[in-house]
């Protein structure tokens, strides 16, 4: 399953980032801030704000989640 995680960096968001990984989904992370995020090498990572609506629609193009 394809997977768009938004807020991927907060406690919520790594919680589900552990989770989806454990089931093997195929995870796009968007994060504000990417340099701190500790699933760098795992996940498509896009470094941006999310009211910029090219990244959000790039994020979730092809998602299933």
């Given at each position: ?12 968001g ?38 910029t ?13």
């Amino acid at each position: 399953m394809k997977v768009a995680l938004f807020g991927a960096s907060d406690a919520t968001g790594l919680l589900l980032m552990e989770r989806c990984l454990a089931a093997e989904y195929e995870v796009t992370a968007l994060l504000r801030r990417p340099v701190k995020f500790p699933y760098l090498d795992h996940p498509t990572v896009i470094g941006c704000d999310i009211f910029t609506l090219r990244a959000v629609y790039d994020t979730i193009h092809g998602e299933n989640a």
